[in-house]
Structure formats: C-alpha cells, structure tokens
C-alpha cells in the first residue's frame, strides 16, 4: 500500500541497514549513527514526527539494547508511546512481565511454566537451566533462560525477503454469524490483495487463522545501538484490546504453511 510504502522511504531515511518482517514490520540498524542524533530518545521521536508527517499516523516507539526488548518496549504503552530500556533497567522493566511477554512462549509453554512457579519473567529468570531443559528441551530451554535475561543476539538481517502478506482484525465483541464472517474475510481478502502489487508476490496459498489468545500485531521495527543501545521498535498507531484474531496470509508457492509447516 501507499502507507507502507510511505513509511519503508522513512525507514531508510534513519538507518541504511533495514530488515522487512512483513508489509508493514521492519528492524532498522543504526549502528554508528551517534553523531546523527542528539540521543536515541530525540532519536525515535523524530521517527515518530516523520511518520506522522507523512501518513498520519502515530507510532509507538520502543528502544532498547536489542530486538526483543525493542519490540517489547514499543508494546508498554500503545499506541503513542516512547519508552527507553536500558541496559540497567532490564530487570526492573523486564522481570514484573507475564512470561507470555516472552518470545515463542504461546498457551502451552506459559501452562508449564505455571507449574514450575513461573508466572513472571523474573521467577523464570532464577530458574536453573537444567530445570528448564529438563522440561523444554535444549534449544527452548537456551532461548528461555537467555531473553529472561533480556537477552538477544540476533542481528539485523537487510536481505531478508518478504515471504508472506497478511492482514489481522480484532473483534471487540464475537461475531456470530455466516454473513458477518463471510463479509469481515472478504473485507481482509482485498486489503491483502491490494497490498501484492507493491512487494511483488504471486500468490499460491490462503492461509486463515482464527483464535482468541492475545497476539502482537501489525509491529513496524528499527534499530539504534547508542551508549547501549541498539534497536527502536515502532508500531503504527492501532490501539487493540483483543477478543478475536484473524490472520490472512497469502503465500508464494512452495512456501511452508507458518503454523503448521505444510
């Protein structure tokens, strides 16, 4: 879409490194960028003027030393925020979340964690890793330990290409028939439709989703590295209070179903 494409130019207007997630999620890496900014602060709040001036819309901007705790800042107070994590406020910021906060935690996870005494991130964090290992496996139990600790390594990856497009509702009350589902999948079917043009994707696969949990949706990223820190997340202004999510993604052919992998 247009907005998008607005907001992309701005992207690299503030950083020459940008990772697209989707057609409208990014992480910019500003590494090196110091003098460029009078502190990563005025830093994101030019961010957010820019893309106001261009599109209209508020974006709630979230800095930090990497991108999980980015993308997690630019969530505590939609939909037009501007938090800072820094390195010495991980814990306190960090640690009184729910463990779903955490990446790749979704209801089973979080249910086991439960039984282990974990409801926050800070009890995950003094749990041994043996103990999660034993539970989790090795890999899950790696990636557990590590963000509770606010920790991430991954780096902006600029080449990464846009596999999918999709387009997310949420209902503030149930919807309860036929006619209405029918005219809400039809009403997200075109905007996705409308936004293959400008990324260029064929598209082979409809997948539909629907479910009541509580997902993080519509995230536009960026990235600074600035007396520690080194990513801002940004999310375009939608104020959400999820009942229900439908997620429609239109995929290239040969591409893996994101949910279930066929």
């Given at each position: 879409?247009?907005?998008?494409?607005?907001?992309?130019?701005?992207?690299?207007?503030?950083?020459?490194?940008?990772?697209?997630?989707?057609?409208?999620?990014?992480?910019?890496?500003?590494?090196?960028?110091?003098?460029?900014?009078?502190?990563?602060?005025?830093?994101?709040?030019?961010?957010?003027?820019?893309?106001?001036?261009?599109?209209?819309?508020?974006?709630?901007?979230?800095?930090?030393?990497?991108?999980?705790?980015?993308?997690?800042?630019?969530?505590?107070?939609?939909?037009?925020?501007?938090?800072?994590?820094?390195?010495?406020?991980?814990?306190?910021?960090?640690?009184?979340?729910?463990?779903?906060?955490?990446?790749?935690?979704?209801?089973?996870?979080?249910?086991?964690?439960?039984?282990?005494?974990?409801?926050?991130?800070?009890?995950?964090?003094?749990?041994?890793?043996?103990?999660?290992?034993?539970?989790?496996g090795q890999k899950l139990s790696q990636q557990l330990a590590?963000?509770?600790?606010?920790?991430?390594?991954?780096?902006?990856?600029?080449?990464?290409?846009?596999?999918?497009?999709?387009?997310?509702?949420?209902?503030?009350?149930?919807?309860?028939?036929?006619?209405?589902?029918?005219?809400?999948?039809?009403?997200?079917?075109?905007?996705?439709?409308?936004?293959?043009?400008?990324?260029?994707?064929?598209?082979?696969?409809?997948?539909?989703?629907?479910?009541?949990?509580?997902?993080?949706?519509?995230?536009?990223?960026?990235?600074?590295?600035?007396e520690g820190f080194h990513y801002i997340n940004a999310s375009?202004?939608?104020?959400?209070?999820?009942?229900?999510?439908?997620?429609?993604?239109?995929?290239?052919?040969?591409?893996?179903?994101?949910?279930?992998?066929?």
């Amino acid at each position: 879409s247009e907005v998008s494409r607005q907001i992309f130019a701005i992207f690299n207007r503030f950083s020459p490194a940008v990772e697209a997630l989707s057609i409208d999620e990014a992480f910019l890496d500003i590494t090196g960028m110091e003098r460029l900014m009078e502190s990563p602060r005025a830093y994101g709040q030019k961010l957010k003027q820019a893309i106001f001036e261009a599109s209209g819309l508020v974006a709630s901007v979230g800095i930090a030393p990497n991108k999980f705790l980015a993308k997690l800042a630019s969530d505590l107070e939609k939909p037009d925020g501007l938090v800072v994590i820094r390195a010495e406020d991980i814990q306190r910021v960090l640690w009184p979340l729910p463990v779903s906060r955490i990446w790749g935690v979704g209801r089973k996870t979080e249910e086991k964690l439960r039984t282990l005494g974990c409801q926050t991130i800070g009890e995950l964090a003094k749990v041994d890793e043996p103990v999660l290992r034993k539970h989790f496996g090795q890999k899950l139990s790696q990636q557990l330990a590590a963000l509770a600790w606010g920790r991430d390594d991954r780096p902006v990856q600029p080449e990464r290409d846009i596999q999918s497009i999709g387009n997310e509702v949420t209902f503030e009350a149930d919807i309860m028939s036929q006619a209405e589902a029918e005219a809400e999948l039809l009403a997200k079917a075109g905007t996705v439709g409308g936004y293959m043009g400008p990324v260029g994707l064929d598209p082979e696969k409809v997948i539909i989703v629907c479910d009541a949990t509580v997902m993080n949706m519509h995230n536009v990223c960026c990235g600074a590295n600035h007396e520690g820190f080194h990513y801002i997340n940004a999310s375009p202004g939608r104020d959400f209070t999820p009942t229900y999510v439908a997620d429609i993604r239109l995929m290239a052919e040969g591409d893996p179903c994101p949910h279930c992998g066929a």
